[in-house]
């Protein structure tokens, strides 16, 4: 990168560090419970919860959410609070169809809800579910409200079913009020319903544009000044890896483990770097030293980074017991462990068996304060290796 070319950057940069705080940024949507188990397209999941809802022996609040759905249709909603209401889920018509929402109001009004979220609708439905609604009223001498719901109100194909959008449908359920305290659970499911439909199922509100910080992002020059820097960033965290790993050939061969007995795996684009003798891996275990999130710590500035042994591979628990035994009977392991401040871990989940936090100075001011770290670590560290040839052999000889 040219020193014109990074003052040009800096300029730019520094204009963005002025302006983008101001601009507005995405909108962040609440984590419904639809969202939460990943049901906000599951047709039949919001059948049942638009069922509950409906349901004045369950809901909570009693027969206003029935009245205000009947309302929308200018329908007769004079009806006692007590009368007899019965929904069921998935009712089957003598011709083997299925509604998705059946309800039975006092046997006075038979009103029948077709759901569809994301889908249209499907064959001759509301053909047969009109046909088939009115034999089951013309039984009782009833009245039928017959229902299309989508989320954007989609025209049903037969003209006996009236559309009716999610939206319009929450705007009459926000107008009931009633006592949020007398059953708080049941009245976080009727909110928890009209939050999600409010910032979810409008398809036309869901994404009006785009945030001001995504339409300065998007602009030409940023975009180019942006991936010219992250270019050089890569770049240079390559440089940085390999540094590492030299320093870390460099030390094995002064110990007398050069490339022909060691392992040393080292990969820019893996956040997490490790090395090993030849023999610590196979037979059931793989046992190594690892450092990772190098990238996240120059991203992030951190002057820290953990060094581990760790333990893997299917034999890992006869790993972690055979080491341990050792070290409970080895005085001079469990104070070098003390000494050092190096934590022994039997951390089966993590792979964990030795760790421990290294301190240095500004990475990005200084780098050399954290190869000076890193040497600690590898020096520190070379302790262990006769205890792990020592685990492994007793593990082969048993």
């Known amino acids: 990168m040219l020193d014109n070319d990074l003052d040009q950057y800096e300029k730019i940069f520094f204009e963005m560090k002025q302006s983008v705080p101001s ?42 959410p029935i009245k205000k759905l009947m309302s929308i249709f200018q329908m007769d909603s004079d009806l006692e609070e007590d009368c007899d209401v019965t929904i069921d889920r998935e009712y089957m018509f003598e011709n083997n169809r299925r509604i998705d929402i059946l309800i039975n109001v006092d046997d006075k009004i038979l ?9 249209g609708e499907g064959g001759n439905q509301t053909f047969d579910y009109n046909k088939s609604l009115n034999i089951l009223a013309e039984e009782k001498g009833m009245k039928t409200l017959k229902i299309f719901l989508s989320p954007n109100g989609i025209k049903p194909k037969n003209d006996g079913f009236h559309e009716l959008s999610y939206k319009k449908l929450i705007e009459r359920f926000k107008e009931i009020k009633f006592d949020y305290f007398k059953d708080i659970r049941k009245s976080f499911l009727f909110y928890e319903l009209i939050t999600h439909v409010e910032e979810y199922m409008d398809i036309k509100k869901n994404f009006k544009e785009f945030s001001g910080k995504t ?27 390999a540094s590492i790993e030299e320093h870390t050939r460099i030390f094995f061969s002064s110990k007398g483990l050069d490339s022909e007995k060691m392992e040393f795996k080292f990969k820019t684009e893996r956040d997490w770097q490790n090395f090993y003798k030849n023999e610590w891996a196979g037979q059931g275990f793989f046992v190594h030293f690892e450092i990772n999130n190098i990238k996240e710590m120059l991203e992030t ?34 104070e070098y462990c003390e000494k050092n401040d190096i934590q022994f871990i039997v951390n089966l989940k993590d792979n964990i068996l030795l760790q421990k936090e290294y301190i240095f100075e500004d990475i990005i001011a200084s780098p050399e304060s954290f190869f000076q770290s890193y040497e600690k670590a590898l020096e520190d560290f070379y302790f262990f290796v006769d205890y792990i040839d020592e685990t492994i052999n007793e593990l082969i000889k048993k």
């Open 215 to 241: 339409k300065f992002y998007l602009q030409k020059d940023t975009i180019a000044v942006i991936k010219a820097l992250k270019d050089a960033f890569m770049e240079d965290l390559k440089q940085f890896v």
């Open 111 to 119: 009103i029948g809800i077709e759901n569809k979220l994301y889908a």
């Open 301 to 334: 500035n951190r002057n820290n980074f953990d060094f581990m042994i760790h333990v893997e591979d299917y034999k890992r628990k006869e790993f972690y017991d055979k080491f341990k035994s050792i070290y409970e009977k080895d005085d001079k392991l469990k």
């Open 23 to 64: 601009l507005s940024g995405p909108i962040k949507k609440t984590e419904t419970i639809p969202v939460i188990f990943n049901r906000q397209y599951d047709e039949n999941f919001f059948s049942y919860y638009l069922a509950f809802v409906l349901n004045p022996a369950k809901n909570g609040i009693g027969l206003a």
